[in-house]
């Protein structure tokens, strides 16, 4: 699991509001081919405020799941965002600690795992992939959704954009993250001991051909890249008007009937 500094976005209310937003739009591109159906209890890595959680929960009726993550602030929005949430709430609880640390059981309680944006954050995740393993039992699932953030395209070009995306990387990086662990998955998981390991690409393609879902798209990536900003802004490694240019380019992006944006992030699917 990252460090508590390690997080590039941070942990204000907005913030963590913004999680929220970002969950249920990605859900039909993240939970494409997700099936927890069949299973009983899954460890959430990396649970946040419970976004995917509860979202987990609401597609798997009679799924339990117990979340984890290293933030005490992220697992106290969670818990407070599920007290309104009463037909659900009873089937999850949120634990404060580092997944790279859970003592494996005998009797391990866990017969799923679920990831989703975690291992970008986290400096060594073969070793939090092989201690999670251990607190799987046999033949349990392993679903992954991570970034590749090499993949982004606009047309047209955005000098702006260009810039404030390689700082943006760079300091993912500096943090000890991966900006392009997406793509290591496939190994990643074998050489934790995994077993019947799947990736496979999500792109995201929008041009003139669907305007509103283009739109759409811009806009949460808008709020993406400026989730940042201010870590960027203390580093020095942007300024603010780079930022200012950004917005603009994005804003003609928006407008711009013949735009296209490109990305794919990358799933995994195993068994322990």
């Known amino acids: 699991m990252p460090s508590i500094e390690n997080y590039l976005h941070g942990y204000d209310p907005k913030e963590q509001g913004r999680l929220y937003e970002q969950a249920r739009f990605l859900e039909p591109r993240v939970f494409d081919g997700v099936d927890f159906s069949s299973h009983n209890h899954v460890l959430e890595v990396g649970c946040g ?11 798997f009726p009679n799924l339990r799941v117990t979340g984890i993550d290293i933030s005490p602030a992220q697992i106290a929005r969670a818990e407070h965002h599920f007290e309104s949430l009463l037909e659900i709430k009873n089937r999850c609880r949120f634990l404060a600690g580092d997944a790279a640390k859970l003592l494996p059981s005998p009797n391990a ?6 990831l989703c944006w975690i291992l970008e954050h986290v400096p060594r995740p073969l070793e939090l992939l092989r201690n999670l393993r251990q607190v ?3 033949g349990s699932k392993i679903c992954v959704a991570e970034v590749l953030n090499s993949t982004l395209f606009v047309h047209p070009h955005s000098p702006a954009l260009t810039r404030y995306w390689g700082a943006y990387n760079a300091l ?3 943090l000890g993250g991966d900006p392009w662990v997406g793509a290591k998955l496939g190994d990643l998981l074998s050489r934790a001991g995994f077993s019947d390991v799947q990736v496979r690409p999500q792109p995201i393609l929008h041009d003139c ?4 879902g283009r739109e759409g798209t811009l806009l949460y990536w808008r709020d993406l890249l400026l989730s940042a900003s201010e870590n960027l802004l203390d580093r020095a490694l942007v300024q603010k008007t780079l930022i200012d240019e950004l917005e603009i380019e994005l804003d003609h992006l928006r407008k711009d009937p013949n735009a296209v944006f490109f990305y794919a992030f990358m799933k995994a699917e195993a068994r322990s």
């Open 49 to 59: 405020v419970g976004a995917q959680t509860e979202i987990l929960l609401r597609r």
């Open 109 to 114: 309680p866990f017969d799923g795992a679920y």
């Open 136 to 138: 799987l039992s046999l």
């Open 172 to 174: 993912q990086k500096s």
């Open 209 to 212: 051909r669907d305007p509103g």
